[in-house]
């Protein structure tokens, strides 16, 4: 017979472990974190500072519209048994849904980092602007938040976090030095495009998005709309009409026409298309060199 001292440390051993098998709460026993990303900035981010110690999913799949995602239960699942869920609220509702329902308690909202931008007129179902990412600078804030997070959970490997963290904030104030030297002379400041999802970018550059509709890049301008727009890029002698990656560049194309200008692409970076090698930085860099060519910066 067992004596109780020996007893009772075999319970103990055996309630921790079915404890550890059944919380689902971390990629491996050695403390990485499993982290649910909303879509490929945040997956960015969260892969940049954590390096070894996050397994990160993103739940858009390369080239997909992320507007557009719906949940399958099994990723809904994957909220649930997350260590950390990185979501921006008011982007993509079927993600705020299942972050209330199953991550309230392990997710971070980036769009609650700094205070939102009012969407352009036009944007009818959308209170703020959700494009933070596409201003640098912000998004290195978004960063910080995530490797905090991080690092509160992962303790061991905190110091690691941060300095990941802030060698991500050095690679990102460098490219916002980038922008503001490679726009500070420009003949012109206003950027035509078939998405409002500039606006972040325009405001910290002293740029003026006008958009040809919405924030909903599935939205198809009525015939008086597409007017007034293109008498706005004549009055501003746009040169190039913007459309984005992922979608149509049909509505941009009928403008550009138009007005006498040609048609190019500006990525919102809301994803990375399957296949391709670029990340966050090189895409910014090729958005900067079209933007330079298209404003005629010196």
Not at 26 to 35: I, L, N, Q, Y
Not at 118 to 136: F, R, S, T
Request: with cysteine; net charge negative; proline share 6%.
């Amino acid at each position: 017979m067992r004596s109780r001292p020996a007893l009772l440390a075999l319970l103990a051993a055996s309630a921790s472990l079915l404890s550890a098998c059944g919380s689902g709460a971390t990629a491996g026993d050695d403390g990485t974190s499993r982290v649910v990303a909303a879509f490929y900035p945040m997956e960015y981010v969260t892969k940049q500072v954590g390096g070894d110690r996050v397994t990160v999913t993103n739940l858009v799949r390369p080239g997909a519209e992320p507007h557009d995602l719906e949940l399958q239960p099994s990723q809904m699942a994957e909220l649930g048994k997350a260590d950390l869920v990185v979501y921006l609220r008011g982007f993509q509702p079927a993600v705020d849904a299942g972050v209330d329902q199953q991550a309230s308690g392990h997710a971070i909202d980036t769009a609650a980092v700094q205070p939102l931008q009012d969407a352009p007129p036009g944007a009818e179902d959308h209170g703020k602007d959700p494009h933070i990412w596409l201003d640098p600078i912000r998004l290195a804030t978004v960063a910080d938040k995530v490797a905090d997070r991080l690092a509160q959970r992962d303790s061991a490997h905190a110091a690691d976090i941060r300095d990941r963290a802030t060698k991500l904030r050095g690679e990102l104030e460098a490219l916002d030095k980038e922008y503001a030297t490679g726009l500070a002379r420009c003949q012109r400041h206003e950027i035509v495009t078939s998405h409002a999802a500039f606006g972040y970018l325009a405001a910290r550059y002293k740029l003026t998005q006008i958009p040809i509709t919405g924030l909903n890049p599935e939205e198809e301008p009525t015939p008086q709309h597409l007017a007034t727009v293109a008498a706005r890029a004549r009055q501003y002698a746009a040169t190039t009409i913007f459309f984005e990656t992922l979608v149509s560049p049909k509505v941009a194309e009928t403008l550009a026409k138009e007005v006498g200008a040609k048609a190019e692409m500006l990525d919102p970076l809301e994803g990375i298309k399957a296949g391709s090698s670029d990340d966050y930085l090189s895409v910014m860099r090729s958005n900067l060199t079209k933007l330079r060519t298209a404003l005629g910066c010196a």
